[in-house]
């Protein structure tokens, strides 16, 4: 099936600083999405971007699927950005079927 | 108005018993989905219907049976819980894809942190 690996796998900063995580997958893909799970256990919906690219306040993604990776953005980091963010992939020919998740970034922001 | 609702959040229980997590989203989706997250935050899907149709059962022990009454709701019952068991299970939704315009994201509950005793 297909792999996803995220990196770094662990991130710490001061807040204010902006940092780039990236997600790899090894197949084409119908859906990626980013998630950041908070410290609450949430899992909150950042970004749908199978392609292309998209941006949200101090968030942003971009997506190229020729070359089977995705990246997100994150500007300005606050202390409210820390946990985890996880990258999750549906292959393609696999509508419906299971997004398969990357083992996610650690990220820690520092007052 | 949540979208992907699980009950109960919590759930503290004892080797043996058999307990249910209760799953419903609002979203009109065709599709519903249980993950379960390890202690080291690896989310990997158990099951996943569409349409009320079992599409995929992952190498999951036969204790764990999801039930689909209707496309807005997928329930997981556990028989004969053990230690291992003890994890946080998400239930998610997403509407299939078809034509140009289609919309796949996926959205999650809150989780049911389950303890086994």
């Known amino acids: 099936g297909i792999q996803v690996e995220q990196s770094p796998p662990d991130l710490i900063l001061q807040e204010g600083a902006n940092s780039t995580l990236r997600c790899n997958f090894s197949?084409?893909?119908?859906?990626l999405q980013w998630f950041h799970q908070n410290p609450w256990g949430q899992l909150i919906n950042l970004f749908y971007i199978p392609s292309g690219t998209k941006q949200n306040g101090r968030l942003s993604a971009t997506t190229v699927a020729t070359e089977r990776y995705s990246s997100l953005y994150i500007s300005s980091s606050q202390t409210t950005d820390s946990g985890v963010y996880f990258c999750a992939v549906e292959a393609v020919g696999n509508y419906g079927q299971n997004f398969v998740f990357g083992p996610g970034t650690r990220l820690s922001v520092l007052p | 108005d949540t979208a992907v609702s699980q009950t109960p959040k919590y759930l503290v229980t004892q080797m043996g018993n058999d307990k249910s997590i209760k799953c419903e989203q609002n979203?009109?989706?065709?599709?519903m989905y249980w993950y379960k997250q390890d202690s080291k935050k690896f989310l990997k899907i158990m099951f996943s219907?569409?349409?009320?149709?079992?599409?995929i059962n992952e190498t999951v022990p036969n204790r764990f049976s999801p039930k689909s009454p209707d496309k807005a709701h997928l329930n997981l019952h556990i028989n004969s819980l053990e230690l291992g068991d003890s994890a946080v299970y998400f239930c998610a939704s997403s509407q299939t894809g078809t034509g140009f315009f289609r919309n796949t994201e996926a959205f999650f509950g809150q989780g049911t942190r389950l303890t086994v005793v």
């Open positions: 197949d084409s893909v119908n859906n």
């Open positions: 979203l009109g989706h065709d599709t």
């Open positions: 219907y569409n349409n009320k149709e079992l599409i």
